[in-house]
Antibody, heavy 117, light 109 residues
C-alpha cells in the first residue's frame, strides 16, 4: 500500500523555523520529482516547492523564496521542507506530493503548521 | 503568472444529475491541466491529468476535456460520494510552476 506520511508540523512563533519530513513507502520515490503543496485553513491549494529527481533543481513559489528549502534523501525515500522566517500567512496544512505527468498523483495526509504569537 | 479561474464557486445538485465544472486559464497551458477532488478532512485526490486522462482507479463517470485556456470536468451521474470540492491545476514548463484554481464546491440540493 502506498503511504506518504508527513511530520514535523506544530505551533511556532513568527520568525521561527520548522523542518517538515515526509516518509514514503509502497510508492516509487527516487524516480520522480517531488513537491510540497499547502492549504491554509478553509482556503484553496497552493504549490510551495518542487525538486527534481537528484535534488539539483529546486523551484519555489515566489512568497517562500529565500525562506523555505526543499530537499530529499532517495536512500531513505524521504522528502523534507525546511521552513524558516515563518510568517502568520504560512499557517497551513503542508502536503507532501509526488509529481507525475504535470500533476500530483500521490498525497500524504498533511502536517499542520500554525504560526502565531 | 498564470491565473486559474473556476466556475461556479458553489453548485447545488441532486444525485443522479450530470454536472459540468469549468476552469479557465489566463493564458494557454496546452493540455497541462489536472483535476482533484477533496473531501472534508482529507487530502486531495487526483482525478484527471493531461486534461482528459483519468487517474488510476477513478470511475468512468468522471471525464475531462479542453485545451489551451478552457477546460471542463464532467461527472456523468452524480453519486453521493462525489459531493466535495474540486480543484483544477495547471503546470507551466520551465521554470516549473503549478497553479490551482480556487475550487468549486458541489453541494447536495
Amino acid at each position: 500500500e502506498a503511504q506518504m506520511v508527513e511530520s514535523g508540523g506544530g505551533l511556532v512563533q513568527p520568525g521561527g523555523s520548522l523542518r517538515l519530513s515526509c516518509a514514503t513507502s509502497g510508492v516509487s520515490f527516487s524516480s520522480y520529482w517531488m513537491a510540497w503543496v499547502r492549504q491554509a485553513p478553509g482556503k484553496g491549494l497552493e504549490w510551495v516547492a518542487t525538486m527534481d529527481i537528484d535534488g539539483r533543481d529546486k523551484f519555489y513559489v515566489e512568497s517562500v523564496k529565500g525562506r523555505f528549502t526543499i530537499s530529499r534523501d532517495n536512500a531513505r525515500n524521504s522528502l523534507y521542507l525546511q521552513v524558516d522566517s515563518l510568517r502568520v500567512e504560512d499557517t497551513a496544512v503542508y502536503y507532501c506530493v509526488r509529481e507525475a505527468h504535470a500533476s500530483f498523483d500521490y498525497w500524504g495526509q498533511g502536517t499542520l503548521v500554525i504560526v502565531s504569537s | 503568472e498564470i491565473v486559474m479561474t473556476q466556475s461556479p464557486a458553489t453548485l447545488s445538485v441532486s444525485p443522479g444529475e450530470r454536472v459540468t465544472l469549468s476552469c479557465r486559464a489566463s493564458q494557454s497551458v496546452g493540455s497541462n491541466l489536472a483535476w482533484y477532488q477533496q473531501k472534508p478532512g482529507q487530502a486531495p485526490r487526483l482525478l484527471i491529468s493531461g486534461a482528459s486522462t483519468r487517474a488510476t482507479g477513478i470511475p468512468a463517470r468522471f471525464s475531462g476535456s479542453g485545451s489551451g485556456t478552457e477546460f471542463t470536468l464532467t461527472i456523468s451521474s452524480l453519486q453521493s460520494e462525489d459531493f466535495a470540492v474540486y480543484y483544477c491545476q495547471q503546470y507551466k514548463d520551465w521554470p516549473p510552476m503549478y497553479t490551482f484554481g480556487q475550487g468549486t464546491k458541489l453541494d447536495i440540493k
